[in-house]
C-alpha cells in the first residue's frame, strides 16, 4: 500500500471504534490480521459486551504492538497470571489478583478485546502505529 494511499489516522480509529468487542480469552486469535502490527482495545467488565460495539466508556486500556497483536495479547494474558511479560498485565496482577492470577479470582470480570491491525511491513508500520497511539492518547 502506497503511502498517499493510507487511509487517516481519524479513519482508522473510526473503523476500530466500529468493532465489537470478543472475548479475549477464547476468541482474540480470530481478530483480523492479528499476527500484524496494530493498535487493540481491552474491556474489563461484569457486563456481557461481547458482540456489543466498542464504546470509550468500556474502555480499559489500549495497547499497541509492532511484532503484532497476537503476540502482545497472548502476553498480557500470560501477565494476569504471572505478573510478568506486560505492563499492563502485571499491574493487573498486582493490584486486582494480589499476585494470586486472574483464573483464581473468585469474583472475577471478563476480559474483552477490539483490535485494528495492519497487513504492512515492520517498518511501514511504525508511522502508522504512532500516529495511532497518539491519537487514542488525545482521546482518553
Known sequence: MAI?????????????FRSRWRDLHEDYSRLPNVKYPGVYL???????????????????YVGMSHAGVSTRLKQFIGAIETGQGHSAGNRFFRGETHKKGYSKMQKRKTF???????????????????????LFYRRF
Do not use: C, H, M
Open 4 to 16: 498517499d494511499r493510507w487511509p487517516t489516522a481519524e479513519r482508522l480509529v473510526g473503523r476500530l
Open 42 to 60: 481491552l474491556a474489563y467488565a461484569n457486563k456481557r459486551l461481547l458482540g456489543q460495539s466498542v464504546r470509550e466508556k468500556d474502555v480499559f
Open 112 to 134: 474483552f478485546v477490539a483490535s485494528f491491525s495492519i497487513p504492512l511491513s515492520v517498518v511501514s508500520a511504525l508511522s502508522v502505529n504512532s500516529v495511532l497511539v497518539l
